[in-house]
C-alpha cells in the first residue's frame, strides 16, 4: 500500500530489481563484516604465541641441556632447531614492540647456541641437512646480538667467545664443506650416485633444514662486502633442484602442485582411496623453506644499517639480487599455494594426508601452521592475492588458537615425528608428541607473520 500510494509510477519489476540490489549490498556487507569480525587483533596472536612459549621454556629452562626421547640426543638437533627458528621470530617482535619477553627469549636463544659452541649437531662434516638446521638460528643471532648489543653485559657475553664471528665460523666451514663436496659421489639404496652434495636431500624435509641455511649465509655475506656471496644460494638451487627433478624421478608432482615425501612414496605407491601420497607437514617443510629462502633474499626499503631488520608495518622491500634462482622458488611457491588451497578443510585446518581426507583425517597443527606461515607472508608481500587467502589464513588461525592451544601453553593436534600421515596416530587434543618442540616452532613462526599481516601502528 506504501508503495502504491506514495510510488504509483513504480512497477514490480523495478522494486524486485531493487530489493535484489539491496539484497546482493547486504550479503556483501555482511560478507565484509564476517571477514572482518575473523581478522585476529595483533594483541591476541602475540598472546597466544607468548602463552605457548612460556609453557615450553619453563618447562626447559636450561636449553643446552640434552633431550631424551627414548635415547639421549643434543639439544641442537632439528626439532630443537625448528622451535628456535620460531623462537627467533617471537624475540624479533618482542624487540620492536618492547615487550617483556625480549631479554629472556633473547637470552635463551644465545645460552642454547653457547651450549653448542655454535656447531651443527655431529661437526662441521656433517652433510645431513637435520644436523645443520639449527645453523639458521645462529646465522640470525650472530646478526643479532652484533647489530643490536648495546648493553655491558651483552658486550661481555660477546667477549667471552673470543668476538662475535665464532658464532657463525662453524657454519661456514659446513657450508664450504658441501660446497667442495658437489663432486663426491653419494651412496643411496645400495646405488652409487653421482650427484654429489647436490643430492643430499632425499627426503623433502632436509630442504627446510637446509635450504635457508645457505639463504641466510648469502645474505650475511652480501652485507659484509663478499664478491662471491651467491655461492651458497647457488648451492642452494643446485641441491633443491636435484630433489625436485631427479631424486626418485622427481620428487615434485607439478601437475598436482605438491610434492611426495621421498622416492619410496612416488607412484605407483598411492593412499588407500588410490590418490598420491602427499604428507601436509612434509609439504610443509617445502612450503616454508621457499618462503624463508626467498625472504632472506629481501630487505625492507626503510630497514636501517647494519642489521636490515624488517620493522612493523613494511610495505616495500627491494631484493638484494644474490639469488638468480628467486623466481623460479617463487613459481614452485605459488603453484603450491594454489594446490593447498583446494585442500583446506572447512574447519580451517588440512588433514595429514592432503588428498585422503579418510586416511587419518582431522585437525593437525604442524602442517597447517606451516602453510599459513607461508600464506600470510605472500599476502604480506603481494605474492598472493588477499581476497583469496586472507579468509583462509585468519580462518586457520583462529582454528589453531581454539582448537590445539590449551590454558597451560601446551599445544595439541601436534602430529610426532614420521614421514606419512599414519605415523605417530592417533593425533590429538591431549597426547603429548614424542618431541614437543617443532610443533611450537612452525606456531611461533605462523603467529609471527599473521601478527605482521594484521599489524597496525
Same mark, same amino acid.
Given at each position: 500500500?506504501?508503495?502504491?500510494?506514495?510510488?504509483?509510477?513504480?512497477?514490480?519489476?523495478?522494486?524486485?530489481?531493487?530489493?535484489?540490489?539491496?539484497?546482493?549490498?547486504?550479503?556483501?556487507?555482511?560478507?565484509?563484516?564476517?571477514?572482518?569480525?575473523?581478522?585476529?587483533?595483533?594483541?591476541?596472536?602475540?598472546?597466544?604465541?607468548?602463552?605457548?612459549?612460556?609453557?615450553?621454556?619453563?618447562?626447559?629452562?636450561?636449553?643446552?641441556?640434552?633431550?631424551?626421547?627414548?635415547?639421549?640426543?643434543?639439544?641442537?638437533?632439528?626439532?630443537?632447531?625448528?622451535?628456535?627458528?620460531?623462537?627467533?621470530?617471537?624475540?624479533?617482535?618482542?624487540?620492536?614492540?618492547?615487550?617483556?619477553?625480549?631479554?629472556?627469549?633473547?637470552?635463551?636463544?644465545?645460552?642454547?647456541?653457547?651450549?653448542?659452541?655454535?656447531?651443527?649437531?655431529?661437526?662441521?662434516?656433517?652433510?645431513?641437512?637435520?644436523?645443520?638446521?639449527?645453523?639458521?638460528?645462529?646465522?640470525?643471532?650472530? $646478526?643479532?646480538?652484533?647489530?643490536?648489543?648495546?648493553?655491558?653485559?651483552?658486550?661481555?657475553?660477546?667477549?667471552?667467545?673470543?668476538?662475535?664471528?665464532?658464532?657463525?665460523?662453524?657454519?661456514?666451514?659446513?657450508?664450504?664443506?658441501?660446497?667442495?663436496?658437489? &663432486?663426491?659421489?653419494?651412496?643411496?639404496? &645400495?646405488?652409487?650416485?653421482?650427484?654429489?652434495?647436490?643430492?643430499?636431500?632425499?627426503?623433502?624435509?632436509?630442504?627446510?633444514?637446509?635450504?635457508?641455511?645457505?639463504?641466510?649465509?648469502?645474505?650475511?655475506?652480501?652485507?659484509?662486502?663478499?664478491?662471491?656471496?651467491?655461492?651458497?644460494?647457488?648451492? &642452494?638451487?643446485?641441491?633443491?633442484?636435484?630433489?625436485?627433478?631427479?631424486?626418485?624421478?622427481?620428487?615434485?608432482?607439478?601437475?598436482? &602442485?605438491?610434492?611426495?615425501?621421498?622416492?619410496?612414496?612416488?607412484?605407483?605407491?598411492?593412499?588407500?582411496?588410490?590418490?598420491?601420497?602427499?604428507?601436509?607437514?612434509?609439504?610443509?617443510?617445502?612450503?616454508?623453506?621457499?618462503?624463508?629462502?626467498?625472504?632472506?633474499?629481501?630487505?625492507?626499503?626503510?630497514?636501517?644499517?647494519?642489521?636490515?631488520?624488517?620493522?612493523?608495518?613494511?610495505?616495500?622491500?627491494?631484493?638484494?639480487?644474490?639469488?638468480?634462482?628467486?623466481?623460479?622458488?617463487?613459481?614452485?611457491?605459488?603453484?603450491?599455494?594454489?594446490?593447498?588451497?583446494?585442500? $583446506?578443510?572447512?574447519?580451517?585446518?588440512?588433514?595429514?594426508?592432503?588428498?585422503?581426507?579418510?586416511?587419518?583425517?582431522?585437525?593437525?597443527?604442524?602442517?597447517?601452521?606451516?602453510?599459513?606461515?607461508?600464506?600470510?607472508?605472500?599476502?604480506?608481500?603481494?605474492?598472493?592475492?588477499?581476497?583469496?587467502?586472507?579468509?583462509?589464513?585468519?580462518?586457520?588461525?583462529?582454528?589453531?588458537?581454539?582448537?590445539?592451544?590449551?590454558?597451560?601453553?601446551?599445544?595439541?593436534?601436534?602430529?610426532?615425528?614420521?614421514?606419512?600421515?599414519?605415523?605417530?596416530?592417533?593425533?590429538?587434543?591431549?597426547?603429548?608428541?614424542?618431541?614437543?618442540?617443532?610443533?611450537?616452532?612452525?606456531?611461533?613462526?605462523?603467529?609471527?607473520?599473521?601478527?605482521?599481516?594484521?599489524?597496525?601502528?
Amino acid at each position: 500500500m506504501l508503495i502504491r500510494t506514495f510510488a504509483p509510477e513504480i512497477n514490480k519489476t523495478s522494486i524486485e530489481n531493487d530489493m535484489n540490489k539491496r539484497n546482493i549490498l547486504t550479503l556483501w556487507m555482511l560478507l565484509s563484516a564476517f571477514v572482518l569480525m575473523a581478522q585476529p587483533r595483533k594483541e591476541d596472536v602475540l598472546q597466544a604465541m607468548e602463552r605457548a612459549n612460556a609453557h615450553f621454556m619453563t618447562k626447559y629452562p636450561d636449553p643446552g641441556k640434552p633431550t631424551f626421547v627414548k635415547k639421549e640426543r643434543p639439544s641442537n638437533l632439528w626439532t630443537r632447531g625448528v622451535y628456535f627458528e620460531g623462537l627467533m621470530a617471537l624475540t624479533e617482535l618482542e624487540r620492536q614492540t618492547e615487550g617483556k619477553l625480549y631479554e629472556p627469549c633473547k637470552k635463551y636463544i644465545y645460552d642454547w647456541g653457547a651450549a653448542h659452541q655454535w656447531k651443527p649437531r655431529n661437526g662441521v662434516t656433517t652433510r645431513d641437512a637435520d644436523d645443520y638446521c639449527c645453523c639458521q638460528t645462529y646465522l640470525d643471532i650472530y $646478526q643479532y646480538i652484533r647489530s643490536t648489543s648495546s648493553s655491558a653485559q651483552e658486550r661481555k657475553r660477546e667477549d667471552g667467545v673470543r668476538g662475535s664471528e665464532l658464532l657463525i665460523r662453524p657454519t661456514v666451514e659446513c657450508m664450504d664443506n658441501l660446497l667442495s663436496a658437489h &663432486g663426491i659421489p653419494w651412496v643411496a639404496g &645400495g646405488q652409487t650416485k653421482s650427484e654429489g652434495s647436490f643430492g643430499d636431500w632425499t627426503w623433502i624435509d632436509a630442504i627446510q633444514m637446509g635450504l635457508p641455511v645457505l639463504s641466510k649465509l648469502t645474505r650475511l655475506c652480501h652485507f659484509a662486502g663478499e664478491q662471491n656471496a651467491s655461492r651458497y644460494a647457488d648451492q &642452494g638451487w643446485a641441491m633443491y633442484e636435484t630433489s625436485r627433478n631427479k631424486i626418485g624421478g622427481g620428487l615434485f608432482n607439478i601437475e598436482d &602442485g605438491l610434492w611426495w615425501r621421498d622416492a619410496d612414496f612416488v607412484p605407483p605407491y598411492t593412499e588407500p582411496n588410490g590418490e598420491d601420497c602427499y604428507w601436509s607437514r612434509g609439504n610443509g617443510w617445502v612450503y616454508c623453506a621457499l618462503v624463508r629462502a626467498m625472504d632472506a633474499m629481501l630487505v625492507a626499503k626503510n630497514a636501517e644499517a647494519p642489521q636490515y631488520f624488517e620493522p612493523l608495518g613494511t610495505k616495500k622491500w627491494a631484493n638484494i639480487g644474490e639469488d638468480a634462482h628467486w623466481q623460479s622458488y617463487m613459481a614452485d611457491y605459488q603453484m603450491m599455494s594454489q594446490a593447498l588451497l583446494k585442500c $583446506q578443510r572447512p574447519d580451517g585446518f588440512w588433514n595429514v594426508s592432503l588428498h585422503d581426507p579418510d586416511n587419518f583425517g582431522g585437525p593437525e597443527l604442524t602442517g597447517t601452521a606451516l602453510f599459513i606461515y607461508g600464506m600470510a607472508w605472500g599476502v604480506r608481500h603481494g605474492c598472493l592475492p588477499k581476497k583469496k587467502y586472507l579468509p583462509v589464513i585468519f580462518r586457520a588461525w583462529d582454528a589453531m588458537v581454539k582448537t590445539c592451544l590449551h590454558d597451560d601453553g601446551f599445544l595439541g593436534y601436534v602430529q610426532g615425528t614420521g614421514k606419512e600421515p599414519k605415523d605417530s596416530q592417533p593425533v590429538t587434543y591431549d597426547k603429548e608428541p614424542d618431541f614437543d618442540d617443532y610443533g611450537l616452532g612452525c606456531f611461533l613462526l605462523c603467529g609471527s607473520e599473521v601478527y605482521r599481516l594484521v599489524y597496525k601502528p
